[in-house]
């Protein structure tokens, strides 16, 4: 087997890999009820990490080189700056959009239960969740933006790749709903988009870190609680 089509199978066991463990957790969570926060799991963060470690040693191995993958640090602040102004405006517009589609079908259109295991209840828990989604946002940009559409151009268009990616991407987030399923994938769109853009890993890393976080904060400011406080 050829290097691209064995970098491509690895990237494709490893995106099989999560999808699989990810739609084994949203059916566990249906009937069990975690006595802790799911995202301060040790055993599940060092497997996030180990796997964001894979992810970056097939790249830097077997990839198409860092640039093609986005993974240059050059200009680095300004890219940052990008993704923190992306990440508030695509949070603003993802809030409105939700807000609007509760009030036309009703609050069963996304649920809430993933949201409510992850919810921090004391301070020390608000700074784990923190650091928490950071490798958890990079497992997701280096496995759908990074190594897909940086890496595999020889194979198809990242322009027409970045749709069945995103599809994939938001089916995923099943757990939580049409609207869960929906946002995450117009999201993943955008985090396609400005990976694409940029021709940088770094703004959509920075834009999906800062959604997740804000959408953590937001849930608590109004009013949801954690599954431990019930």
């Known amino acids: 087997m050829t290097g691209p089509w064995f970098f491509a199978a690895g990237v494709g066991l490893l995106m ?28 599940d963060n060092a497997v996030r990490l180990a796997l964001v470690g894979l992810c970056v040693l097939w790249g830097w191995r077997l990839g198409p080189g860092p640039a093609a993958l986005g993974w240059e640090t050059a200009d680095l602040g300004s890219r940052l700056a990008w993704g923190l102004l992306a990440g508030l405006i695509l949070t603003a517009l993802l809030t409105w959009a939700g807000r609007i589609v509760e009030r036309r079908w009703g609050p069963e259109v996304y649920s809430t239960r993933l949201m409510q295991c992850i919810l921090p209840i004391n301070d020390r828990e608000r700074i784990g969740v923190a650091l928490a989604l950071l490798p958890a946002a990079a497992l997701e940009e280096l496995l759908f933006r990074s190594l897909p559409l940086g890496g595999l151009m020889w194979l198809a268009s990242p322009w027409l790749l970045l749709w069945p990616l995103s599809l994939l991407f938001g089916l995923l987030h099943w757990p939580q709903g049409a609207w869960g399923v929906a946002g995450t994938t117009l999201a993943a769109v955008a985090f396609s988009l400005l990976f694409l853009a940029t021709d940088s890993i770094w703004p959509p890393l920075v834009a999906h870190y800062v959604l997740n976080v804000l959408q953590v904060v937001i849930a608590q400011r109004l009013g949801l609680k954690s599954q431990r406080l019930h």
């Open 16 to 43: 099989a890999l999560v999808a699989v463990v990810t739609y084994r957790s949203g059916l566990l969570l249906r009937r069990w009820t975690p006595s802790f926060n799911l995202l301060l799991s040790p055993a």
